[in-house]
C-alpha cells in the first residue's frame, strides 16, 4: 500500500468531453469513471471565478477527479466555463459574470443525462457555488455541495427556491475565509431549512493543505458508504 498524495493520480476511465450550450458555444470538459464498477453518484463540479485563476484544474475539483472514481465509486465531470482556459483547453465565449454561465450550467446537465450518469450532484467552489444556487436547482439534480461560498452573484430568491425545493444543499466553508466566515453562513444558510454549514477549523478560502477532510465532507453526503476516504491505495 502506498500512500496518497498531493499529485497521485489514481486509475480511472478519463476521456475528453465537448459540452454544447444553448447559446452556440463549445466547452472544454473532463469525464472521470470507475474503471471496475458503475459509479454510484456524479459530481459536476463548477470552478472558482476565471478572472481570479480559477478553471477546471483548479486544485480541489482536479484532486476529486483524479481520487474519487476509485475510492468512491463516483462519476466526475469537469469543464471550463465559457471563456475559461486551463491545461486542458479553452472554452469559447467570453466570462459573462454569472449570466451567461447560466448556458453553461445547464450544458453540463444536459451532458450527465446523456451519459446516464446516475444520482447528480453539484459541486460548486467560490464562484462556482453561485452558478450552483443560481442555476442548479434543476429536476435532475439531487443536491448540492458549495465549497468556500461568498454568495456574491447569488441572491434571496436563489436561496428560497432552494429552500422550496427541500434538495440537501452542503455549504463547506473555512474558518479564516475571506469572504464567507461559518457564523455568518449560519445565518445566511438558515433560510434553507435542509442546509448544513460545515465549519473547516484553521482553513482558509483556497482550502490549500485542508483537500483531505474537504473530499471526505464531499463523499460523507455524496457516497457516504466510502466515507471516511483511505489514505493509501494500493498499486500506486
Known amino acids: 500500500m502506498a500512500e496518497i ?6 486509475p480511472a476511465e478519463r476521456r ?9 458555444l463549445q466547452l472544454v470538459g473532463e469525464l472521470a469513471l470507475p474503471l471496475d464498477r458503475p459509479p ?14 480559477g478553471f ?3 486544485h480541489l475539483i482536479k484532486k476529486a477527479s483524479w481520487r474519487l472514481p476509485p475510492l468512491a465509486g463516483l462519476a466526475v465531470l469537469r469543464f471550463n466555463t465559457r471563456g475559461t482556459s486551463s491545461p486542458q483547453g479553452t472554452s469559447q465565449g467570453a466570462f459573462d459574470n454569472g449570466d451567461g454561465e447560466r448556458y453553461d450550467v445547464a450544458a453540463a446537465l444536459d451532458l450527465a443525462e446523456a451519459e446516464d ?3 447528480i450532484w453539484l459541486l460548486g467552489w467560490s464562484f462556482g457555488t453561485d ?19 461568498p454568495l456574491r452573484f447569488s441572491k434571496p430568491e436563489d ?3 432552494w429552500a422550496e425545493s427541500g434538495k440537501p444543499l452542503v455549504a463547506i466553508v473555512p474558518e479564516l475565509d475571506d469572504f464567507l466566515r461559518p457564523p455568518e453562513a449560519r445565518e445566511r444558510f438558515a433560510v434553507v431549512p435542509q442546509a448544513e454549514v460545515v465549519d473547516v477549523p484553521r482553513a482558509k478560502h483556497l482550502f490549500v493543505g485542508f483537500t483531505e477532510q474537504v473530499l471526505d465532507e464531499v463523499v460523507r453526503h455524496v457516497a457516504p458508504a ?7 491505495y494500493e498499486g500506486v
Request: net charge neutral; with cysteine.
Open 131 to 149: 452558478l450552483a444556487l443560481r442555476y442548479g436547482c434543476d429536476p435532475s439534480v439531487v443536491g448540492g455541495i458549495l465549497i468556500s461560498p
Open 40 to 53: 454510484v453518484a456524479t459530481l459536476v463540479c463548477l470552478h472558482p471565478l476565471p478572472t481570479q485563476g
Open 226 to 232: 466510502a466515507y471516511p476516504l483511505p489514505r493509501t
Open 56 to 58: 477546471m484544474d483548479s
Open 16 to 24: 475528453p468531453v465537448t459540452l454544447h450550450t444553448a447559446d452556440g
Open 159 to 161: 436561496l428560497a427556491a
Open 5 to 10: 498524495r498531493s499529485n497521485t493520480v489514481l
Open 117 to 119: 450518469l446516475p444520482s
